[in-house]
């Protein structure tokens, strides 16, 4: 699995519950376009999945007070808890789209990144 599994996040003695995902995607030359419908249409699956609060795909914009560096294309995402993030990941529609674009040589994306977060303090 791309995505792989998570380790236990314990903090404060307890286990974290919100996990925020930012994946991030460089698209080929000439291919920006068809990535981000590409990953549009994973939206309505996505949302109606249990545990998915939030699961948008942003494009980068330029703004003079966020002049830092990343992937043109990133969805933002929050998931109720590790199981249904880690559910989310192994969907097939979800490892399709890793196997088709991400890996394959003949896919959409040049480079991705995908990064996992919690909101409590350690």
């Not at 996990?19 to 291919?31: M, P, T």
């Not at 309505?44 to 998915?52: H, I, L, N, V």
């Not at 559910?87 to 996992?116: A, E, M, R, W």
Request: some cysteine; overall charge negative.
């Amino acid at each position: 699995m791309v995505l792989g599994k998570l380790d236990n996040f314990i903090i404060r003695g307890k286990m974290s519950k919100k996990i925020y995902c930012i994946a991030s995607f460089e698209a080929k030359d000439g291919k920006e376009k068809e990535l981000f419908e590409v990953l549009q249409s994973l939206e309505p699956k996505t949302t109606r999945e249990d545990g998915c609060i939030q699961y948008v795909v942003t494009k980068k914009m330029a703004h003079p007070n966020a002049i830092g560096h990343s992937f043109p294309i990133v969805f933002n995402e929050i998931w109720e808890s590790k199981e249904a993030f880690e559910l989310h990941c192994n969907k097939p529609y979800i490892t399709n789209f890793f196997q088709n674009h991400c890996i394959n040589s003949d896919g959409l994306v040049k480079d991705f990144n995908v990064c996992v977060y919690t909101d409590e303090i350690n």
